[in-house]
């Protein structure tokens, strides 16, 4: 069993803000597939199913998505190596991609949370979003919209992109994704 999870925050205010790319990609993701919604208050996420793949987007907030995962991760027994985390990455320009296993959190909270829930060796996927120029503005930046030029390449280049990755870590592992599809 495979777990994808997209992380972002719950709520028609966030839809479409920096945060919440691992929410956009997720559900593209499943909007051309045949899934089963499974209904488990327990997991705290809105959780999909299709095959063997299990699509996660926590409703704990992002402070909190380690919870979520971890609850899903336990019950279905999903080792670490099959767990795939898709977010943003403040030090990445605009369109960058790029993917890892393991690694910091960097300063993000939903890393943060998953990592003291699950460890750290879980697949990532990591979109730049890039950065505000003042540091005090972060809080501000990651949770503002995405601009009308920024959702249009995110909806016809980047999102398609990152759900052809996602399929080759599960068809082909990680290194031969990191080899074809890193956006730099």
Same mark, same amino acid.
């Given at each position: 069993?495979?777990?994808?999870? =997209? ?24 909007? %051309? ?18 095959? !063997? ?7 704990? !907030?992002?402070?909190? %998505?380690?919870?979520?995962? +971890? ?15 898709? #977010?943003?990455?403040? &030090?990445?320009? +605009?369109?960058?991609? /790029?993917? $890892? $296993? =393991?690694? =910091? ?10 990592? %003291?829930?699950?460890? $750290?060796?879980?697949?990532?996927? /990591?979109? =730049?979003?890039?950065?505000?120029? &003042? ?25 398609? #992109?990152?759900?052809?990755?996602? $399929?080759?870590?599960? %068809? &082909? ?7 074809? !599809?890193?956006?730099?």
């Amino acid at each position: 069993m495979n777990l994808i999870v =997209g992380l972002g925050n719950i709520g028609e205010k966030y839809q479409n803000t920096r945060h919440n790319i691992g929410f956009l990609v997720v559900d593209a993701m499943t909007k %051309s597939l045949n899934t089963a919604n499974i209904n488990n208050t327990n997991f705290q996420s809105t959780l999909e199913k299709s095959g !063997y793949n299990l699509f996660a987007k926590p409703k704990t !907030y992002m402070n909190n %998505s380690g919870i979520a995962v +971890f609850n899903i991760k336990e019950y279905y027994k999903i080792e670490l190596d099959n767990i795939i985390v898709i #977010h943003d990455d403040l &030090d990445l320009p +605009f369109g960058t991609i /790029r993917f $890892k $296993k =393991g690694g =910091g959190h960097g300063g993000h909270n939903g890393l943060r949370s998953l990592d %003291s829930h699950l460890g $750290k060796d879980y697949i990532r996927v /990591r979109v =730049g979003i890039g950065k505000p120029q &003042d540091k005090d503005e972060v809080v501000n930046y990651v949770l503002n919209d995405f601009s009308k030029v920024e959702l249009g390449i995110l909806e016809k280049e980047l999102i398609p #992109h990152i759900i052809e990755a996602i $399929k080759t870590i599960l %068809s &082909d592992g990680l290194e031969v994704t990191k080899t074809k !599809y890193t956006k730099k």
